[in-house]
């Protein structure tokens, strides 16, 4: 098995390729347009989530507080916004919400990094604190300070309006698969440009990815490996921060409760399941949108005959399967890594094999 | 001629190990020569080295450079004096081209953004004018190791190195790419680079240095034109020793053999064997010892006859039994017992009592569990037994162990392992930080299990116990066996040449000088 896959790795890779072409087309050209709409929609989250993940790998620190960071921004967005008794219409611009989120979500991702790598907290212990904190302190200040159970929403809580693209919303087809979604959305499909170009056009980046593959190489060479990672770090925070900001004021115009819902989790998944590459990660969360799209679609088809319960659980079920081909790759990868090794030096062995046995009898 | 380093009294002692690794060394070096630095694992060259480049804060001393005053606390500090450090195992980033790495932290850019042509172009100009030629657009992952090994020299050069510090660089390399190092060592010193080696190779010391200073045990123990030495007298500096063991024994009596190793091939760090075709044999009533400075292939070796790491190739039989993917569980049960290197993180649970430690190769055994579940009398009976056979003073039935010395520590290991006489024995550094009654008593206590028909597979850095206890030594280097000799014949001179790669079938042989 690991021999056939080496001898044909072109070959299995031109294959995957097209195997996810043949996808691609299917998927465009079989599905209803709204479902592809929404698709596209509810992947924003985890672009964003899946870049901040990345981001944060590549600098060498597994950020596990992401789901954490989101929720944040979620809520952040949502009380900027809120002002009892004011009318829909002259409510704060939804925009300022989203610009909240991001700065809340960085501020949490520096002290996250402050807390982790100057004073040296256990990286997983920290996580799950964020995380908790989080979830806690939303339902605190719901209660406390807006008095409400679960939900915080009120009339001045206007959702992000959709922007039809100049030009590009008159194309035909594409047209309305690239135009008129929120704010948000546009906005995490340059991030994920901005954040290949940073990581593989900058200087900066190339420190990233420098100090997260080899950080001894880094420090050794002078680059402040701590300065690096915090930068990172924070950046992951604001990308976790803008994520939540568009379940909260994309989506619903509403806080609930612990509404990120795993997505944090997910988003680490699908960037390593992209390899920690942007556009991978972009790709891979236009699978997961499918997914969550596909789960409520089909729940409001009469003629679909599936127990509803399986249906929400679409999205839970592409992430699993998503990490056990994660696991697989990862564990095929050591396997391959030994036998390319037994055979190379095995070979080298042959050759020079001198038949010295030590201590046998004369 | 003038100098371009000169350490003065350097002092630096470990707290945490309890290690003086550099006790008043004074060491010079002329602008423009080869310096080798040898001396055995542990003799402080590294750590010397270490406080040349930044990376270590010496106690006490003080360091010149170019005749100058220098302070270095920081490898940058030392990058700007014009010193660069290929360190033993490199530094390179390996998704990144030979040119990003060579460039990292330095790149060219406009506002930020890299100039990926102008970067290639000036690895480019580097490597022309070095003569040593690479491919800017390799990546680092795909090259051999002799390649990365140059790119990490021309790290240094792109940074204006004057001074070059090279960590045991012909470690990983193949004759061939030897040879290349040194014509370049020849040619960067030619230009007027000043080279230290820091090696423990000797015959590489006579092939390109110009002087040789030697450590031993923390102190400069001299400093010589390498024409005026021999390699037997390097040698003998080096590992010079003081004070000999000796221990009363009988002539072995080899019976069958217990343990045999065809082949053997393992893996080491970052894809490189750290075991390469070793071939062995331990029979019944011997004690086979293994030498070698650490670091060759000895802790790989051990790792893989106890099952504690996979083998990539060749064969392990244990009493005709083949063992080569057994469990660890396995191989206990066949006979085998295991010394680890240390005792603190492997061979004990420091965390837990006397009796959990010396049940836990046993306990899923009757009468120690029954059913599943732990019977607390027996297993008190056996740390009882235990006590008494190796008179562990002050270790209780019951009581944490992590109070006990050093040595009660290892009697409670030699304890654990020699109980239900095991038919073979691997021992690993069994002495190692021990006081003299300990070792006495270890070294005792293997020649009885010896004497009672046992197979003793004995792996130490330390010469002397080695030439104590062993009836075969076999000398490892490179993850190679260079030879096997004759322990009542043999010498720690000879053993040393062995030991620095060398051998011993031409006397001393001294390859041409490469210009």
Not at chain 2, 57 to 65: R, W
């Amino acid at each position: 098995m690991i021999h056939f896959l080496n001898t044909y790795r072109r070959q299995i890779r031109v294959a995957l390729i097209l195997a996810g072409v043949l996808i691609v087309l299917l998927i465009l050209f079989g599905l209803p347009i709204t479902l592809l709409q929404s698709s596209i929609r509810l992947a924003t989250p985890y672009v964003l989530g899946s870049l901040a993940a990345l981001l944060a790998s590549r600098a060498g620190v597994l950020n596990l507080a992401i789901e954490g960071k989101m929720l944040l921004g979620a809520f952040v967005a949502v009380v900027v916004v809120f002002q009892p008794g004011v009318p829909a219409t002259q409510g704060r611009d939804p925009m300022l919400g989203v610009l909240a989120a991001a700065l809340s979500g960085g501020l949490l991702g520096l002290i996250f990094a402050v807390l982790y790598l100057r004073i040296k907290i256990n990286l997983v212990i920290l996580a799950l604190a964020v995380n908790l904190f989080v979830a806690n302190a939303t339902v605190f200040f719901m209660r406390v300070s807006f008095g409400s159970f679960g939900t915080l929403a009120d009339p001045s809580i206007r959702s992000l309006p959709t922007i039809q693209l100049p030009i590009i919303h008159n194309i035909p087809f594409l047209g309305p698969l690239l135009s008129g979604y929120q704010f948000v959305v546009y906005l995490s499909w340059i991030m994920a440009v901005v954040v290949w170009v940073l990581l593989f056009r900058t200087q900066f980046g190339r420190h990233i990815r420098a100090v997260g593959q080899n950080r001894e190489a880094a420090e050794s060479l002078g680059i402040n490996v701590t300065r690096v990672q915090i930068f990172a770090l924070t950046l992951s925070g604001m990308l976790a921060g803008m994520a939540g900001s568009f379940l909260s004021l994309g989506v619903l115009s509403q806080f609930v409760e612990s509404m990120t819902n795993g997505r944090g989790w997910t988003s680490i998944t699908i960037s390593l399941f992209a390899f920690e590459q942007p556009v991978g990660a972009f790709i891979t969360s236009l699978f997961f949108g499918l997914a969550e799209a596909l789960s409520f679609y089909l729940q409001s088809r009469p003629e679909v005959n599936l127990p509803p319960d399986l249906l929400l659980a679409l999205p839970q079920i592409a992430t699993l399967l998503a990490l056990v081909v994660v696991a697989l790759r990862i564990r095929a990868a050591e396997l391959m890594k030994r036998r390319n090794f037994a055979a190379q030096f095995g070979q080298e062995l042959d050759k020079l094999r001198r038949g010295v046995l030590v201590g046998g009898q004369d | 001629m003038p100098l371009a380093v000169d350490m003065r009294h350097i002092r630096k002692y470990f707290p945490t190990s309890n290690v003086l690794a550099c006790d008043d060394v004074s060491f010079s070096v002329n602008r423009g020569e080869v310096h080798a630095l040898v001396g055995e694992n542990g003799a402080g060259k590294t750590t010397l080295m270490n406080i040349l480049y930044g990376l270590i804060a010496p106690d006490e001393g003080q360091i010149f450079i170019n005749e100058q005053p220098a302070h270095i606390s920081h490898p940058n500090d030392a990058i700007r004096l014009g010193i660069g450090m290929v360190h033993q195992h490199f530094k390179l980033v390996p998704s990144f081209t030979i040119a990003q790495n060579i460039m990292l932290g330095i790149e060219p850019n406009r506002a930020g953004f890299i100039d990926a042509a102008d970067e290639a172009e000036k690895v480019r100009q580097l490597s022309e004018d070095f003569g040593l030629p690479v491919d800017p657009n390799a990546r680092v992952a795909d090259i051999s190791v002799g390649m990365q090994q140059r790119v990490e020299i021309l790290k240094t050069l792109q940074r204006n190195a004057q001074i070059l510090i090279l960590d045991e660089p012909t470690a990983v390399l193949t004759p061939q790419e030897v040879r290349e190092l040194y014509i370049v060592i020849r040619k960067l010193a030619a230009d007027g680079r000043t080279i230290i080696l820091i090696t423990h190779k000797l015959l590489e010391v006579k092939e390109v240095a110009d002087r040789v200073s030697v450590m031993r045990r923390g102190r400069m123990v001299g400093t010589h034109n390498v024409a005026d030495v021999s390699i037997r007298q390097m040698a003998n500096l080096m590992v010079g020793r003081e004070v000999i063991l000796r221990v009363d024994k009988q002539p072995a009596k080899p019976g069958e053999v217990v343990l045999s190793a065809e082949n053997l091939l393992i893996a080491g760090h970052g894809g490189i064997p750290a075991v390469f075709g070793v071939s062995l044999e331990v029979r019944a009533g011997e004690i086979l010892g293994i030498a070698g400075v650490s670091g060759n292939g000895q802790t790989e070796l051990v790792e893989a006859l106890t099952g504690l790491r996979p083998v990539e190739g060749g064969k392990i039989m244990l009493l005709g039994k083949d063992i080569t993917h057994a469990s660890v569980r396995d191989r206990r049960r066949a006979g085998m017992a295991h010394v680890p290197e240390d005792r603190m993180v492997m061979g004990l649970n420091l965390k837990t009592n006397l009796d959990e430690n010396v049940v836990v190769t046993h306990y899923h055994d009757e009468p120690y569990s029954e059913r599943g579940f732990l019977r607390a009398n027996p297993i008190r009976k056996l740390a009882r037994q235990i006590i008494d056979a190796f008179q562990i003073k002050s270790a209780r039935v019951g009581e944490e162990i992590k109070t006990l010395s050093g040595g009660n520590l290892q009697k409670v290991v030699l304890g654990r392992e020699l109980y239900g006489k095991p038919r073979l024995i691997i021992v690993n550094q069994p002495t190692r930080g021990l006081d003299v009654g300990s070792i006495e008593f270890v070294h005792k206590t293997l020649i009885q299990e010896r004497d009672s028909g046992a197979a003793v597979l004995l792996v130490s850095v330390e010469l002397d116990e080695i030439l104590a206890l062993s009836d075969r030594i076999a000398v490892m280097f490179a993850g190679r066996i260079m030879g096997v000799l004759d322990a009542t014949i043999a010498t720690e001179q000879d053993i040393g040449i062995l030991m620095a790669g060398g051998s011993l079938e031409a006397e001393t042989p001294i390859p041409e000088k490469v210009q």
